[in-house]
């Protein structure tokens, strides 16, 4: 079982009421905070600032329960050695529940939100999945002790997961293990399967938001929807979708956002995936202290996941409601159309709703290396354990009409540098371990800006750690450490608004101290 609770404070909002309260009073205000002057630079006095201003608490609370059974053994037993089976039954249930400050959720006699800068009519939220889960794993032994054959093995597995949110859904894999020699190993795998929305995913609050399009808008009398070939078409739908007609011929919309909604959806279906992988491991077949720790892998792999869930954006809905590649008919049910609505006073889009949905597919590939070695040095032992992986392609479509983009190499949705490695390098004399690790993001270009190229980056930890192994401070061991040792800045480029770069790959803070001290009670210890 596991909980979280979580406390979100926001500052600086503003009571509507108060400040017209004190901008339509008689005397200006003067008797309840010495007046309010709402123009020119610094004009509002802290007594009415004060006055005015509004804190709000919202509450969200997460739990998780989990039970597992598993029964595993070798029920009976093969030439090439006994058969391994695991049969298991897993049970999971979330839960999510949202309390937003009342005040958020207050409104005006005539309708608006009682708090400028917040989201009105916020309601309280609570959901919940849960799943049973049966299955099944299998390690069955093919041949061994032949000619070319020291070991093949192949590993089955299926899961059958029952969710109360969309119901029953299979998963399966299939694996072979194939050892020539006792320094060489290859490996291949197929596997199907299948991600459940989170609650998160499920019940995030669709709150307003103001989603970005490409101006003009499609309905506009200048744009290429209405001037092209498909013009009547495309007037005839908008009339549809409720611009007045008087309004048509004139129509024209030039700004870079709309009102509409973000969130969760409670709509979402599985993931699925299927994925194929193939490897070899060399292990060193040298006896030398030098070499014979030496281990190498490469592992290509290509997954292709279906209904993936991502956000679709107004950018890109929007104008698929009136291109006939999405809507030949250009029907106003067409689904790309029923993601918005427009007023039917002004014409303008206020419903756009770029909420969370089961896109089209998105295609990942490349190839996975990991080296490793060791020796003993001195009163000492050395070693490093280097990963690097090389990513071929990430495609990615929002419609299986689209065109596929290429998101490897730029820094789009998220950083995705062609290349990318972490190198560990250790030295243990005793329980002390001295370890220096170098992770490397390659270069890449912005997505957006093509001709903006971003040079590679590199950070440098640097850690301490020391176990005690007798007397009571035996199972107690101290780490320290100095993060982003060279204190490397975030690469500037134009593809976020996060501080124009991107927090999940860059370190944003830079160089920093910690320690960390661990006690474990392990038998015998004195």
Request: proline share 8%; with cysteine.
């Amino acid at each position: 079982y596991g909980a979280s609770d979580q406390e979100e404070f926001s500052s600086g909002l503003l009571s509507v009421s108060k400040f017209e309260e004190l901008l339509y009073a008689p005397d200006g205000g003067k008797a309840i905070c010495g007046g309010l002057d709402p123009f020119g630079l610094n004009s509002i006095s802290d007594e009415c600032a004060k006055y005015m201003a509004v804190e709000l608490t919202d509450r969200q609370d997460v739990s998780q329960f989990s039970a597992e059974f598993t029964l595993s053994g070798e029920p009976f037993e093969l030439p090439a050695g006994p058969v391994n089976t695991v049969f298991g039954v897993f049970y999971k249930r979330d839960e999510l529940s949202l309390r937003p400050d009342e005040l958020a959720s207050t409104f005006l006699p005539d309708g608006r939100p009682e708090i400028s800068g917040a989201v009105g009519g916020q309601a309280d939220v609570d959901g919940e999945d849960h799943n049973l889960d049966l299955f099944v794993e299998v390690l069955v032994p093919l041949a061994a002790d032949l000619p070319g054959v020291e070991s093949l093995q192949t590993v089955l597995g299926y899961r059958y997961s029952d969710y109360a949110s969309f119901g029953g859904t299979s998963s399966y894999k299939a694996e072979l293990l194939y050892q020539p020699v006792d320094p060489v190993r290859f490996r291949g795998s197929f596997q199907h399967a299948v991600r459940a929305p989170s609650v998160y995913e499920l019940y995030d609050p669709q709150l307003p938001s103001f989603p970005g399009i490409d101006p003009p808008d499609p309905c506009s009398v200048g744009s290429e929807q209405r001037t092209g070939p498909s013009g009547a078409a495309v007037d005839a739908l908008c009339l549809a979708q409720g611009i007045p007609v008087d309004l048509l011929p004139t129509f024209d919309y030039q700004d870079t956002t709309v009102e509409g909604f973000g969130g969760g959806n409670p709509d979402l279906q599985p993931e699925k995936a299927t994925t194929y992988t193939a490897g070899i491991v060399f292990s060193s077949p040298f006896s030398h202290s030098a070499l014979e720790s030496a281990q190498l892998s490469l592992d290509w792999y290509d997954i292709t996941i279906t209904d993936a869930i991502n956000t679709y954006w107004a950018a890109e809905f929007v104008p698929n409601c009136y291109d006939p590649t999405f809507n030949p008919d250009f029907d106003v049910t067409n689904k790309y159309c029923s993601w918005f609505t427009r007023d039917p006073e002004t014409g303008v889009i206020v419903g756009a709703y770029e909420i969370l949905r089961n896109i089209a597919s998105m295609e990942v590939s490349g190839i996975d290396a990991q080296l490793g070695w060791s020796m003993d040095a001195g009163p000492g032992t050395v070693g490093f354990t280097w990963l690097v992986s090389w990513m071929d392609d990430y495609l990615y479509k929002t419609d299986p009409r689209d065109q596929a983009m290429q998101w490897v190499n730029t820094g789009c949705c998220p950083t995705l540098p062609e290349w990318k490695w972490n190198l560990d390098a250790r030295y243990t004399i005793g329980g002390l371990t001295t370890s220096v690790v170098w992770a490397y993001l390659g270069e890449f270009r912005s997505y957006w800006e093509p001709d903006f190229d971003v040079p590679s980056t590199n950070y440098f930890d640097l850690t301490l750690a020391y176990e005690f192994d007798a007397g009571y401070l035996h199972g107690l061991s101290l780490r320290v450490g100095i993060a982003n040792v060279l204190d490397e800045q975030p690469p500037i480029f134009p593809d976020y608004q996060q501080a124009n770069t991107d927090p999940s790959a860059f370190d944003v803070v830079g160089r920093r101290y910690w320690m960390s001290l661990n006690y474990a009670i392990r038998p015998g210890a004195r």
